[in-house]
């Protein structure tokens, strides 16, 4: 037998024995065939215990739409293309419908509206929603291009749009820009970076949800609580979270990138005059700019456990608390801490 997990028991119409009764609505990973390449997704269904082993499953057209995208969504993830949902956030991101989005890279009508629910993009569109999803300037050129498409007063109201999003993210998309030059020795799988990949929208994420439940976080004691979650996460998964390389700092464990990492605009960190560490202090705030659907719950609970650990830690403490572990002692200023001995932390 298969193995599934159980969401709910419901009273539904089961139209295998044609009466209402308690009917299992389960989960499982499928595999199926997309473009000639097999991909595991997560397939919903209904259970009726009282049909005949061979047809004891249903699934309802909404749930065969939901398993049908998830596959698809798992295909695109498989090959690196933006998932339906990014696409999604992309075009929300400028405010435009799925037509007005479409008109605006010059595709037909109804090609967003398919790639949101249904088939998967080319290659070429997939890069061209990318281009104007890290750059309100390339998507203010492609309005010039095909802004005769819309009528006046619409084409004014996306271009404010842009110019709107311009001003707050067109410094985040230079510091980004300039983060991941400084990681461009580290764009493979490595034990320097934990085989993850820099990936910028969950690093915003994590710190945000650091600094909602921790007061008075400051950059010092922000590192190290990165680099206790990277590590954990690692432990857990042979993986780390963020793909954050770390050098042996004087202040414990410090990322490549980190001046970069302070001056992404997404994130809401505060300057201050300081006297201890840092000639300026960098007080770091939740951000209403970050995307916050980028941490798993299974992410969220190794977070957690680094808050719950560090929470009430003054900066020295957990420099002092850093320098203790192997992953310090073993290596010497300036290198980078390789994962694989950044797991052998002491026990939380
Ligand atoms: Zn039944």
């Not at 994420?205 to 439940?213: K, L, P, V």
């Not at 008075?216 to 793909?243: C, E, I, P, R």
């Not at 002692?329 to 932390?345: C, D, Q």
Request: aromatic letters at 10%; one cysteine or more.
């Amino acid at each position: 037998m298969e193995a599934y997990t159980l969401i709910r028991k419901i009273h539904k119409d089961c139209p295998l024995c044609d009466k209402v009764h308690e009917i299992e609505e389960r989960k499982r990973t499928a595999s199926t065939i997309i473009k000639g390449e097999e991909v595991a997704y997560e397939e919903r269904f209904f259970f009726c215990a009282n049909a005949n082993e061979e047809e004891n499953e249903f699934e309802t057209g909404s749930m065969a739409n939901e398993n049908l995208l998830n596959a698809r969504n798992a295909y695109r993830v498989k090959n690196h293309l933006l998932t339906s949902r990014e696409i999604i956030e992309i075009r929300e991101s400028y405010g435009l419908s799925q037509v007005d989005l479409a008109k605006l890279l010059g595709w037909g009508e109804a090609t967003i509206s398919r790639y949101e629910s249904k088939a998967i993009q080319d290659e070429a569109y997939d890069t061209m929603l990318r281009i104007i999803k890290d750059s309100p300037l390339k998507a203010l050129e492609f309005l010039k291009k095909n802004g005769d498409k819309f009528p006046g007063s619409k084409r004014n109201d996306i271009r404010e749009k842009m110019v709107e999003k311009l001003d707050s993210y067109g410094k985040e998309f230079l510091t980004r820009q300039a983060m991941e030059g400084e990681y461009a020795n580290y764009n493979e799988l490595s034990d320097a970076n934990g085989y993850t990949l820099l990936d910028i929208d969950k690093i915003e994420c994590i710190i945000s949800y650091f600094a909602e439940q921790v007061t008075n976080l400051y950059k010092v004691k922000l590192m190290k609580m990165l680099w206790y979650a990277d590590v954990l996460f690692y432990q857990q998964s042979g993986k780390s979270m963020t793909g954050l390389v770390y050098r042996h700092d004087a202040m414990g464990a410090l990322p490549i990138g980190h001046y970069s990492l302070m001056n992404l605009e997404n994130l809401n960190i505060q300057e201050e005059a300081g006297v201890s560490y840092d000639a300026v202090m960098y007080h770091v705030y939740p951000s209403e700019h970050v995307n916050k659907t980028r941490i798993s719950d299974v992410e969220k609970k190794v977070l957690d456990a680094v808050i719950v650990k560090f929470k009430n830690f003054k900066a020295q403490e957990i420099v002092e608390y850093m320098h203790k572990e192997r992953a310090y002692i073993e290596t010497n200023s300036g290198e980078i801490i390789p994962f694989g001995l950044a797991k052998e932390i002491r026990a939380f």
